[in-house]
C-alpha cells in the first residue's frame, strides 16, 4: 500500500511540475502583466492601471473579435456538418474498416499544421490544381478566388480542426444502442427523424465537446489567417500576436489574452450547465 | 535488431560529439531571414574554427523581443535596422564597438556613415541599405505606374501585393497624400486609413515573408515590395519593372551591432571584419540583392545611389503614437 502510494507521487510529480512551471506561471505573468503601463520604448512600467481592459472594450477590437468568432462559428457549423454523416455512415462499417478510416482522419496529425497550410497554397491559388483544372477543362473562364479571404480561412480551419470534431461525436454516435435505430426505421421513421429524435439528443454532450474543441482554437490560429488569407483579415490571434511583436504593447496583448481565457471559460461553464461531463473534454 | 539501433544510436552520437569539440569557439548571431547565404557564414566556421548558432527574425519588433526576454549574453551580432539601432541605443540594449579591431572596416562607404541615429558610428556599422519599391508586371499592365495613387484604379482589383508591415504601408499612404513617411497627425493618419481602406479591394495579400512569390507564380501584376524582393522577382520574369514611386518610398539601413553582455565579443568582431571582406559582400548582394555598403562591391553607381537615398526617407521611431499606428492597422484589416 505504501509502495504504491509512493508509486503515485513519483509519477505524477513531472506532471504537476510541468504544469505549474510551464502553463501556471506563464499565465500568473501573463495575467500580472496585463495591469501593467506600456512606456513609448515598448518597455513594461511597473505602474498599476486598469486602462489595458478599457482598450479591450474599444470598438476597433470588439469588431475584431466579433468577426474571429463568426469566422469560429462558421468553422464550427461546417465541421459538425461533416461530422455527422462521417460518423453515421463509419457505424454500419466493420470494425476493420472503422479502424481504417478513423486512422485516416489521424494521420494528417503527424505533419505540422504551418506545413500542411502551406499545402493548400498549392492547391486553392490562382493557378493552383483546382484552377487549372477547372480552367483547361473550359468549365470556367476566369480562375476562382479560393484564397486570400475568409473563404480561405475557412477551409483551413475545417481542414485542420475537423478531426477535434469528428472524434467526440463519433466516440458518442458509437455508443448509440444499434436497436433504437432499426426500430426507429421499422415503424416508418425518415431518415431526418431519426437523426432529430435519436442521434442529436444521444450525442449531444459529444457535439458541444468538439464544437468547444473547434470553435477556441479557431478564434485564435493566426497562422491560418495569416496564410490563407493573405494577412487580410485578422482575427483575435493576430491582434494579441501584433502586441507583443509589432506594437511592443506587451500589457494590451496580455489584457486581450486574459480576456480570450475568460470568454472560454464561459464557454466551458456553458457547457457543464447543459450537462457535459467534464472529463469528455480533457479525455481526448 | 535492439542491438543494431543501440549501436548505430551510439556511432550518432559520436560522430555528432566529434562535430562539437572541433570547434575553438561560437557566435551567436540573430539576422533577418534571406539576408547572408549560408556558404558565406560556412566559410568563417572553416577558417577561423568557430561555430556560428544563426538564428532568424522577420521584423526589428520580433528582433527586440527575442533580446530582451532572453537571458544576457544569449546572443553576440545582431542586425537591427536604422530606428531600432536608436531605440537599442537608448535602452542600453547594445555597445560601443570598437574600430579599432576592425582592419576592413575602410571598405565602408563613407557615404552610408553618420546617419542620424547614431551620428558618430560609435554603436553600429551600416551593413546593407534596403528599400521599398513599386514592381509592375507589364505582361498584363500596360499603363505607366509612377505614383501610389494609381493603385487604386478599381481596375486593379485583388491584384496588388503589400508588404505585412503597418509602417511601410501607412508611411506609403501618407507618402501618397503629400505627407511625410513618419507623420503622426491624427487628421493625417485618419486621410491615410480611407486611402488604404479603398486600396484594400485591390489588395490581394499582405507578405512580408517571400511577397515576390505572388508576382513569379502570377497572382498579383503589383507589388509594394523590398528592392531585393523585387529584383529577385524580376530576374524570373523579364517583363517586371521595378519603379521607384514619385511620391516616396521606405529606406531601411541594417546595421552591424554587438549586444550588451556578449560573451564571444572577439569573435563577432572577427565575423563582422570577415563579412566586410569585398569578396563577402559580393557573395551577399549576388544572392540577395540589396545595396551593398561596400565602396568596391558598387551594385549601384554612385548617382543612382544618391538619387535613390535623394529620394527615400528612413522610418523613424514614434515613440507613443505606435499605439495610434497599430489600432489604425487594426481598423484597416
Redesign the interface.
Known amino acids: 500500500m505504501k509502495n504504491n502510494k509512493l508509486f503515485k507521487y513519483l509519477s505524477t510529480t513531472p506532471v504537476i511540475i510541468y504544469s505549474i512551471s510551464l502553463i501556471l506561471i506563464p499565465l500568473l505573468y501573463i495575467l500580472f502583466l496585463s495591469f501593467l503601463t506600456?512606456d513609448?520604448?515598448?518597455?513594461v512600467e511597473y505602474k498599476f492601471t486598469l486602462s489595458n481592459y478599457l482598450t479591450v472594450f474599444?470598438y476597433?477590437?470588439l469588431k475584431?473579435l466579433f468577426k474571429s468568432s463568426l469566422i469560429a462559428l462558421i468553422t464550427t457549423l461546417i465541421c459538425i456538418i461533416i461530422s455527422y454523416p462521417f460518423s453515421i455512415f463509419l457505424m454500419d462499417k466493420s470494425e476493420k474498416t472503422r479502424n481504417f478510416l478513423i486512422k485516416m482522419v489521424m494521420i494528417p496529425f503527424l505533419t505540422n499544421s504551418l506545413i500542411r497550410t502551406y499545402g493548400w497554397i498549392v492547391i486553392l491559388?490562382?493557378?493552383g490544381v483546382i484552377n487549372t483544372f477547372l480552367t483547361s477543362t473550359n468549365i470556367i473562364k476566369n480562375p476562382l478566388?479560393l484564397m486570400?479571404n475568409s473563404f480561405g480561412i475557412i477551409i483551413g480551419m475545417v481542414y485542420t480542426l475537423l478531426p477535434f470534431m469528428i472524434l467526440p461525436i463519433y466516440s458518442s454516435v458509437s455508443k448509440i444502442d444499434r436497436s433504437l435505430i432499426e426500430a426507429a426505421k421499422d415503424l416508418g421513421a425518415s431518415k431526418w427523424q431519426v437523426f432529430k429524435n435519436i442521434y442529436l439528443p444521444l450525442t449531444i454532450s459529444g457535439l458541444f465537446n468538439g464544437s468547444l474543441m473547434v470553435f477556441i482554437p479557431a478564434i485564435g490560429y493566426f497562422f491560418i489567417s495569416?496564410i490563407l488569407g493573405?494577412?487580410?483579415?485578422?482575427i483575435i490571434g493576430?491582434?494579441i500576436k501584433?502586441?507583443?511583436?509589432?506594437?511592443?504593447?506587451w500589457p494590451l496583448g496580455s489584457a486581450l489574452s486574459i480576456f480570450l481565457i475568460i470568454i472560454t471559460f464561459i464557454l466551458i461553464r456553458i457547457y457543464k450547465k447543459i450537462g457535459g461531463n467534464m472529463d469528455d473534454l480533457g479525455g481526448m | 535488431m535492439k542491438k543494431k539501433l543501440l549501436l548505430l544510436l551510439t556511432i550518432l552520437l559520436l560522430l555528432t560529439g566529434c562535430k562539437n569539440t572541433k570547434y575553438k569557439g561560437t557566435v551567436n548571431v540573430l539576422n533577418w531571414t534571406s539576408y547572408i547565404p549560408d556558404s558565406v557564414i560556412r566559410g568563417f566556421e572553416k577558417e577561423y574554427n568557430i561555430k556560428v548558432n544563426y538564428g532568424t527574425y522577420s521584423s526589428n519588433e520580433e528582433l527586440l523581443a527575442k533580446i530582451t526576454s532572453s537571458k544576457k549574453g544569449t546572443y553576440d551580432l545582431i542586425f537591427p535596422s536604422d530606428y531600432m539601432v536608436e531605440l537599442m541605443i537608448k535602452r542600453n540594449i547594445i555597445e560601443k564597438i570598437d574600430k579599432e579591431k576592425l582592419s576592413n572596416i575602410k571598405n565602408i562607404n563613407e557615404s552610408f556613415l553618420k546617419q542620424p541615429f547614431d551620428k558618430n558610428n560609435d554603436y553600429s556599422l551600416p551593413f546593407l541599405l534596403a528599400t521599398t519599391t513599386l514592381v509592375v508586371n507589364k505582361d498584363n499592365i500596360k499603363e505607366d505606374i509612377t505614383s501610389y495613387k494609381q493603385l487604386l484604379n478599381p481596375k486593379y482589383k485583388n491584384n496588388i501585393v503589400l508588404l505585412e508591415d503597418q509602417r511601410i504601408v501607412i508611411g506609403a499612404a501618407l507618402q501618397a497624400l503629400g505627407y511625410s513617411i513618419n507623420d503622426t497627425d491624427s487628421n493625417h493618419l485618419e486621410e491615410a486609413y480611407n486611402f488604404l481602406i479603398d486600396l484594400k479591394k485591390n489588395v490581394k495579400a499582405f507578405d512580408s515573408d517571400s511577397p515576390k512569390t505572388f508576382l513569379i507564380t502570377k497572382e498579383v501584376d503589383l507589388g509594394l515590395v523590398w528592392n531585393a524582393e523585387a529584383i529577385l522577382a524580376k530576374s524570373e520574369n523579364k517583363n517586371i519593372e521595378i519603379v521607384y514611386p514619385k511620391d516616396g518610398y521606405a529606406l531601411s539601413m541594417d546595421n552591424y551591432t554587438i549586444v550588451k553582455g556578449s560573451k564571444n565579443k572577439e569573435n563577432a568582431y572577427l565575423l563582422i571584419d570577415y563579412l566586410l571582406r569585398d569578396e563577402n559582400c559580393i557573395k551577399i548582394i549576388s544572392e540577395y540583392p540589396y545595396i551593398s555598403t561596400n565602396k568596391n562591391v558598387g551594385n549601384y553607381s554612385t548617382e543612382e545611389l544618391e538619387r535613390i537615398i535623394k529620394n527615400g526617407s528612413y522610418i523613424e521611431n514614434v515613440g507613443d503614437k505606435i499605439k495610434e499606428i497599430d489600432k489604425l492597422w487594426a481598423r484597416i484589416k
Open positions: 506600456n513609448a520604448y515598448g518597455g474599444d476597433t477590437y475584431i491559388r490562382k493557378n478566388s486570400y495569416d493573405g494577412g487580410k483579415i485578422m493576430n491582434l501584433n502586441q507583443f511583436l509589432t506594437a511592443r504593447n
